[in-house]
């Protein structure tokens, strides 16, 4: 009786596409900087096209960003009008408005982009973390300026303004967006605690229980994060600053949670 002896089964039935490209031929040294380098340059032809296209709003884009000192100024009744030094400054400075905004709005595809480059490098479960990632780091740093640009930026000039009234303010353009820039920046920054929490969470080196256990000193620490964002002895201004650093170390306990419970759940299969 003869006997049937079955077809193998396939190696992968459902093996990514991308990976083919990947088991099919190995990129040398090389060709990993000729792929990086043409990256790198659709990134920047993206943002110069973007940069372009900010320019031609960028009167707009600066009186909302001068808005805050603006408002300052015309509350404790002293002109809103801005100085520059140099003829070229109001020009230099549109330039340097339009390339930052043109960063911002090309940001996504810049992320694309960077995303293409090191995609092949990971595993299949790995690359469905990306777009979760990005929404979040991109979300947070976008919440921390807008929260900078309403609350710590108007705060703080107010206190500052309002400290020298005895002077007269002569407000050099440059000046305040290297002022507000970095504000704005830096909050945008601290914004994104729960990312950092949750990589470090990721290779093990914070836990949840570690989070937990310290809230104490996170409780305290944030505080001094906001009265030196807000430097003013308003208490209730402070208060409105610390509450959402509070939040954002919950937030990031809540990250690392999910985390730990999701390097616990293929020990769990496997067993």
Known sequence: MATIIPNPPTKRPNRDPEDDELNGKQMSFLEHLEELRQRLLRSVIAILITSGACFYFHDAIYNFLAQPLTSTLLALHLSPKLAYLNPVDPFN??????????????????LWQLWLFISPGLYRHEK????????????????????????????????????????QPVV???????????????????????????????????TPKFLLRNIRYAILLTA????????????????VVWIPLVGLYVLSIGLSWLVYLRKRKPKHEET
């Open 93 to 110: 400075l549109s330039i340097k408005i339009s390339l930052i905004a043109g960063l911002f709005l090309a940001s996504p595809y810049v």
């Open 128 to 167: 469905r973390y990306v777009w979760p990632f990005i929404l979040l780091t991109s979300s947070l740093f976008i919440a921390g300026g807008l929260f900078a640009y309403k609350l710590a930026l108007p705060k703080a000039l107010y206190f500052l303004v309002g400290f020298g009234k005895e002077f």
């Open 172 to 206: 050099e353009i440059n000046e305040y967006w290297n002022l507000a820039f970095s504000i704005m920046v830096a909050v945008g920054l601290v914004f994104e605690l729960p990312v950092v929490v949750m990589i470090l969470s990721f290779f093990g080196i914070v």
């Open 224 to 239: 001094v994060a906001a009265a030196a964002i807000v430097p003013s002895n308003d208490m209730a201004s402070i208060f």
